[in-house]
């Protein structure tokens, strides 16, 4: 018997195998109309920004125009998902705090604990969303142009590095970098003689 959504007429079943499961998280940032003038008066158009990201750390930011709000969107998904990159996190956090910045607009970027969420404006957490990050404390600083901030946070999460990263970096072995619990350093030995 197949079941039924409650207060519809379709079925869970049916509904399960028409709805295809998206594969990028988009979210639309800004939509904005511009104005280009002419000699016969002014051509209006339609500025789109998204951001798209498989929500596992791969993101990126496009921009389209177009005379129509849906072709300019279109336009910036595909630039968006040109552009991907991928980010550098840890666990549901990123690794360390760091600055992006671009033009104007400054975005401080901080780890936070598990279960804190993602504490941003609007814009910074559509970018924080589509990497799947869910735990970040964040604070837009200087300018608060929509894609300034957008460009900023991504410039902050591309200089994001973990600890693997760094150690292939400066051609060293991971534990160079760890401090085992309950050893101490060669420098504070301090035996008392037998």
């Known amino acids: ?12 079943a049916g509904l399960e195998a028409t709805v295809p499961i998206p594969e990028f998280i988009e979210r639309v940032i800004e939509v904005k109309r511009v104005s280009k003038v002419v000699k016969g008066g002014k051509r209006m158009r339609i500025s789109a920004t998204v951001v798209a990201g498989d929500g596992k ?12 709000v849906a072709q300019a969107v279109r336009k910036a998904s595909l630039r968006a998902k040109k552009s991907f990159f991928l980010v550098s996190t840890k666990g549901n956090t990123i690794p360390h705090a760091v600055t992006g910045k671009y033009s104007a607009s400054r975005v401080l970027l901080k780890p936070a604990s598990t279960g804190t969420g993602l504490v941003a404006c609007p814009k910074v957490r559509a970018v924080l969303e589509a990497a799947g990050i869910k735990d970040c404390l964040t604070k837009s600083l200087g300018s608060n142009n929509s894609y300034n901030i957008a460009i900023a946070t991504l410039n902050g999460l591309r200089r994001l590095r973990n600890l693997e990263q760094i150690a292939r970096f400066r051609n060293k072995p991971i534990s160079h970098f760890v401090m085992k619990k309950g050893v101490e350093s060669e420098g504070d030995i301090s035996q008392e003689p037998d």
């Open 1 to 12: 018997m197949l079941e039924r959504e409650p207060g519809s007429g379709i079925s869970r």
């Open 57 to 68: 750390g791969h993101i990126g930011v496009g921009h389209g125009k177009a005379s129509e």
